[in-house]
């Protein structure tokens, strides 16, 4: 849903009218926005957990919206840096030179440890 000068009280309402009398065991559905420059709004189905980190990063100061946002830029970041981590392992197995330098510094290991 995309809206522009709604409040974010007002686009709650509007998106959520038939959570107002859920239970406690039925995962809650949380729509947040941003308007500040922003015109996506997303909803999002939280477990108990994910809340209960969402709780956890409101109590550290950060909005809801923050909250989300960072969350999702640090968890894009991590897949990132994983996915340059596993290039470059594969680069240097790929690396003829580079082994046979580590199995050089292995069998040096392996021999002081023998010496004692």
């Known amino acids: 849903m995309i809206s522009r000068g709604r409040s974010v009280t007002d686009l709650h309402r509007i998106a959520h009218p038939a959570h107002a009398g859920a239970d406690s065991g ?36 950060l909005t809801l919206s923050e909250a989300i946002r960072s969350s999702l830029l640090a968890s894009a970041e991590r897949l990132n840096r994983r996915s340059v981590l596993v290039a470059e392992a594969a680069a240097l197995e790929a690396d003829d030179e580079d082994r046979a330098e580590m199995l050089a510094v292995a069998s040096l290991m392996e021999s002081m440890r023998a010496a004692r």
């Open 26 to 61: 039925v995962v809650q559905c949380m729509t947040k926005c941003h308007t500040d420059g922003m015109a996506k709004v997303i909803s999002v189905r939280l477990d108990d957990d994910a809340e209960r980190a969402l709780r956890v990063l409101e109590a550290s100061g």
